[in-house]
């Protein structure tokens, strides 16, 4: 039985779509909310977070009707192919309604501000009628022994639609405070729009789902896994105490991942500056004749962003030997640590230095680390019948996180200090590692893998 890969990257089209728009709401809508709206902090959280409240309601029942779905072209692709669209469609809006406002010289008119509220809003509510049919495509149509290798093909294909958005942003939005962001928002829905019309021409739902079950017959799939939990089956009160702290650490570094990446944008703007402070006036001082021999570095987040990105990507495979090793947990935990580490270094920075990467790679890789092992070891704790309800715990806990921490880091930096995003950070990755020491379950070590991209499996 082998993975049919030219399938399943046709099927990582959606992913890579939407993660591509989501990199751009992370990074873009912020810095509209508060340089063109003027937005407090705290508000900007508050909105930030809205996605994910709605995703809290909508994927369990967007995922639900699409099992029920039955059309000539497949019970997912339509909700892919419609909600991408409609998606696509109202992210016209966006930087026209952002234009307006700016043109209106920042008058207290209400009426860009409502009209970029309900625009965003109806973008979140059509995101989340397809999020849960793009994430069961894919095993749909990938027999059950091969979705680890189809997973990991399914998250690089989003990384690399995340990289995309970040090379949009670079590239295409001007420099400025109210910079017009028209050509990025254009470029990007043209991006989303070919990746899902690519993947609803070449991808056959049902012929490959049928496929994927004879397949799974043919080679008697259920006999060969004797060791499976039964369907249903009971946790010990040792599994069940072991799944909620292992629920309760993925909301801790969730808030402390999240709470940096949702608000570097503006950090970056407020804390670094492109001037000689902090950082680059401390290595004037040490000149003996006083010379000006630093210049003033250009400040780009995306830059920073990009190197956790990569190396996240490229640690992948020696994660996986890591694992198979020393186990998930203790792997989860040597990656918590280093996030403690990333945070508490480039929080050292008062300016924008090329070093300030070094914290970014051990960031990237640290976060990769914790990924890799985290789905499968709350998987582990499911019996077989239980596997999507689990996988339901865990989106619920770490979409949970990304509501609160968007709010509570939002109102430390309005309240208090830009300062404090990194060393918020640090405390719930310090509480992430608390309460992980104390499971006992699901730590089985993983089967060395028997090819390169198995190593890639993360959660999506």
């Not at 109210?178 to 991808?203: H, K």
Request: proline share 5%; aromatic share 12%.
């Amino acid at each position: 039985m082998k993975l049919n890969y030219r399938r399943t990257i046709l099927t990582g089209f959606a992913f890579m779509a939407i993660s591509a728009f989501w990199q751009m709401y992370d990074t873009i809508i912020p810095l509209i909310l508060k340089n063109s709206f003027q937005m407090g902090e705290l508000l900007t959280g508050v909105v930030m977070s809205a996605d994910n409240v709605l995703a809290l309601f909508l994927l369990p029942i967007f995922g639900s009707l699409s099992d029920k779905t039955n059309t000539p072209i497949g019970k997912r692709k339509p909700y892919i192919l419609l909600g991408t669209l409609a998606t696509c469609i109202a992210m016209i809006f966006i930087p026209y309604v952002d234009n307006l406002q700016n043109m209106s010289g920042g008058t207290d008119n209400m009426g860009p501000l409502i009209a970029f509220m309900c625009v965003l809003g109806l973008i979140l509510v059509f995101m989340g009628t397809f999020r849960s049919p793009a994430v069961a495509l894919m095993p749909d149509v990938t027999p059950r022994p091969l979705r680890s290798k189809g997973n990991a093909i399914i998250n690089l294909t989003g990384t690399a639609g995340a990289i995309v958005t970040l090379l949009l942003s670079r590239f295409l939005v001007p420099k400025g405070d109210n910079p017009d962001y028209s050509i990025f928002f254009y470029v990007l829905i043209l991006f989303m729009i070919v990746c899902v019309a690519i993947l609803g021409v070449t991808v056959s739902e049902d012929k490959w789902a049928r496929e994927a079950r004879q397949t799974e017959e043919m080679h008697g799939v259920k006999d060969e896994e004797p060791e499976v939990k039964k369907s249903h089956g009971k946790l010990s009160s040792g599994e069940m105490r072991s799944l909620i702290l292992i629920l309760l650490s993925v909301a801790f570094w969730y808030m402390a991942y999240n709470g940096v990446t949702s608000a570097f944008s503006r950090y970056v703007g407020e804390v670094w500056p492109a001037d000689t402070t902090g950082y680059e006036a401390a290595v004037l001082a040490e000149n003996a004749d006083g010379a000006a021999t630093v210049e003033p570095e250009e400040v780009n987040y995306e830059d920073c962003l990009m190197v956790a990105t990569v190396a996240a990507i490229i640690s992948y495979v020696p994660i996986g030997f890591l694992a198979s090793a020393i186990g998930r947990k203790k792997c989860i935990l040597i990656g918590i640590v280093g996030l403690v580490l990333g945070f508490l270094y480039v929080g050292f920075f008062g300016s924008y230095h090329f070093a300030v990467n070094f914290g970014f790679v051990l960031i990237g890789v640290s976060w990769a680390t914790i990924n890799v092992n985290s789905f499968p070891m709350v998987v582990e704790i499911a019996s077989d019948g239980d596997v999507g309800k689990y996988t339901g715990y865990y989106y619920v806990f770490s979409m949970a996180a990304q509501v609160i921490t968007p709010i509570l880091s939002g109102a430390l930096l309005q309240w208090v200090s830009y300062r404090t995003l990194f060393p918020y950070a640090v405390v719930f990755s310090v509480l992430a590692f608390i309460t992980m020491i104390g499971v006992k379950h699901g730590d089985s070590r993983p089967k060395p893998a028997k090819s390169f991209l198995e190593n890639f499996d993360v959660d999506d």
